[in-house]
């Protein structure tokens, strides 16, 4: 669709420049909806950042509301306070879904004058978002002709934390999934980590980002021994590293490994065995990484083990077009001694990065537009 008259209302807490799966999906939206002419607001948590060059390349308008009031808490550095405070972290989150629950309200008071768009695109993670803009609607005022809500990862059937989530917080759920007139998910496997009720208004449209497929930068020939990379979170006992990088201790062989993650304490425990072997680094911008992942010898996925939730990184892995290791739960040491030696014959697969592109992805959000679904007889609570 190309219909410079649409206009469409984007309500995310995470946005540019924030590094994160949610970010780049609300964000490369943005810009690709601008690009096509289509009336863009987005509205999102105030940054301490100058938005100036972003508004020169893409004519959108950001409305913000201020930054977190409720105060985060803090992690001890001396025990015993340092088990305290990461309990009641980890309490309050679990509990009462702290601080992220702040969103909620922000979310109303922001839509409070927001109305006539044609489409409304919610984005959760944090679902506090969601919980908002459901909220914010009733029936004397439609915001938006459609709301789509985007979901990330499940929430209440979130299989990858070890605590699950309140039964009550499935009301909060289910009231959203009521109100929204579709849910989308990246991938169809994810479709049994929601309510069953609302199957039939939910649509797969996969992460998007903008780029072109050209071919893989030639990784260096002259360097001594084999170079492999990880880019993202871990898990305890799930996204674990910890069997790799035992393994990886006790090979002799040339090699280095780059982390880039901002948890580097999953990694503490192994610098001084791997030395100079393994390089660790923060989180750089998507384009950087692009460029560093395309020179390496192979790609490390640590697997979810479970099909409701699928990493956005195996989108930047099959752009770079290297092999990639999927390290399951189940260790397996010789296919790890297989691709140090150069054999990726048992490489995953992984689909081609051209459904990927933001152009097809955001067609899919607009083609909504025409498309009817049983939520329209809804009557709001």
């Known amino acids: 669709m190309s219909n410079p008259s649409v206009k469409l209302l984007l309500v995310s807490n995470a946005f540019y420049p924030e590094i994160s799966p949610r970010s780049y999906r609300a964000t490369e939206l943005a810009r690709e909806f601008s690009r096509q002419g289509h009336e863009v607001v987005v509205i ?5 950042h100058d938005y100036s060059d972003f508004l020169r390349e893409t004519s959108v308008v950001l409305k913000m509301w201020d930054g ?26 679990v509990l009462f879904e702290y601080p992220a629950i702040e969103d909620m309200f922000h ?16 984005f959760a993670v944090p679902y506090p978002v969601h919980w908002g803009v459901a909220w914010a609607m009733n029936r004397r005022r439609k915001i938006a002709t ?13 299989v990858l934390d070890s605590f699950r989530k309140p039964f009550y917080f499935g009301y909060l759920e289910k009231w959203f999934c009521k109100k929204a007139d579709f849910i989308t998910i ?14 039939g208004k939910m649509k797969i449209i996969p992460q998007g980002f903008n780029f072109d497929i050209s071919t893989p930068e030639q990784v260096k020939p002259d360097r001594e021994g084999p170079e492999f990379a990880y880019a ?21 062989m040339p090699f280095r490994f780059y982390v880039y993650t901002d948890q580097p304490e999953y990694l503490k425990k192994y610098i001084d065995s791997l030395k100079e072997k393994l390089i660790i680094s923060d989180y750089i911008p998507r384009e ?11 790609l490390i996925n640590f697997d979810n083990n479970t099909p ?23 260790f397996s040491a010789e296919s790890v001694k297989n691709f140090l030696n150069g054999n990726y014959s048992d490489r995953m697969q992984l689909p081609d990065p051209m459904c990927y592109h933001i152009r097809i992805v955001s067609g899919q959000f607009l083609e909504l537009l025409n498309t009817d679904n049983y939520a329209d007889q809804v009557i709001y609570q």
């Open 107 to 122: 979310v109303r008071k922001m839509l409070r004058r927001e109305k006539g768009y044609d489409m409304m695109i919610s």
């Open 232 to 252: 993202g979170r871990f898990l305890q006992g799930i996204r674990d590293p910890e069997p790799l990088l035992a393994f990886l201790s006790k090979i002799e």
């Open 308 to 330: 409701l939730n699928v990493p956005s990184k195996l989108i930047d892995y099959s752009i770079t077009g290297r092999p990639v290791l999927n390290i399951k739960r189940d």
């Open 186 to 199: 990246p991938v169809q496997s994810a479709i049994d980590a929601y309510y069953p009720e609302f199957h």
């Open 44 to 48: 999102t948590k105030y940054r301490n």
């Open 288 to 298: 950087q990484l692009l460029k560093e992942l395309s020179q390496m010898d192979f």
């Open 68 to 93: 977190g009031k409720l105060p985060e808490v803090g992690i001890a550095r001396r025990n015993p306070w340092a088990f305290l405070s990461r309990a009641l972290k980890r309490a309050l989150l």
């Open 146 to 158: 459609k709301w789509v809500a985007d979901c990330g990862d499940p929430y209440m059937g979130d």
